[in-house]
Structure formats: C-alpha cells, structure tokens
C-alpha cells in the first residue's frame, strides 16, 4: 500500500482489497490519494474485525428492507 509521485504529476494509490485484490488509481492531488488509500484500509480491517466475528455487519437503512 502505498502513494506515489508519477513522471507525469500526478499520484497513484496502490492498496489491495479485502480479496486481496491490487487497485490501482490515479489522483491529482496527493491528499486524494492518501484519502483513497485510509479508505481502503479501514475497509478491509472492517470486513476482517466482521470475518473474526467481532462485530456485527453494518447495514444500510434502504439495505435492511
């Protein structure tokens, strides 16, 4: 995981998904991608606190229908 400055200007995140999965995108501005990438992280340690049964799933009001 992690940001980076590309030849071009602008930045990239890589961050792997809770399938561990790469995603990779582009940002113009550094801030974006570091927004993108505590994203990501906080939710894969979601999905594994909710995998380890630690916690319950959250679930959206129009999801719970």
Known sequence: MAVRK???GTYT?????VNNKKIRRN???KS????FETKCKNEKREMMLVKAA????EVEFT???
């Open 27 to 29: 940002f113009k501005l």
């Open 13 to 17: 995140a890589e961050v792997y998904d």
């Open 54 to 57: 630690l916690r319950k799933p």
């Open 32 to 35: 974006d991608a570091t927004a």
């Open 6 to 8: 590309n030849k071009y």
């Open 63 to 65: 999801e719970a229908r």
